[in-house]
């Protein structure tokens, strides 16, 4: 059974910084694209960022320059490193992934998301 599983949300002032973890578990044999998404309050999921295995990213370009999407292959561990926060960003971020799993089928997988609110 896999699982994603993220971390690090919470209250932040607007300017100040969080960063969001995604860790994976269960029988994984590949991790291909991986992303965060992130839905506001009576608003549609939106792409945050994404990363392939080969580390090329793409981000939405309102976080651009502010947000840096990493991951480690070596641990099946994606990152958010989001700074200069603003209240706009607030939001349930959650963490996407396309696996591959024991049974060589490839599936796309959600974690169940972490809430992030910046405010004064």
């Known amino acids: 059974q896999v699982r994603l599983v993220e971390s690090g949300g919470g209250l932040v002032q607007p300017g100040g910084s969080l960063r969001l973890v995604c860790e994976t578990s269960?029988?994984?044999?590949?991790?291909?694209?991986m992303g965060w998404y992130r839905q506001a309050p009576g608003k549609q999921r939106d792409l945050v960022a994404a990363i392939t295995s080969a580390g090329s990213t793409n981000y939405a370009n309102s976080v651009k320059g502010r947000f840096t999407i990493s991951r480690d292959n070596a641990e099946n561990t994606l990152y958010l490193q989001m700074n200069s926060l603003k209240p706009e960003d607030t939001a349930d971020y959650y963490c996407?992934?396309?696996?591959?799993?024991?049974?060589?089928?490839?599936?796309?997988?959600w974690g169940q998301g972490t809430r992030v609110t910046v405010s004064s």
């Open positions: 996407y992934a396309r696996i591959t799993d024991y049974r060589l089928e490839t599936d796309d997988y």
């Open positions: 269960g029988s994984i044999v590949s991790i291909n694209a």
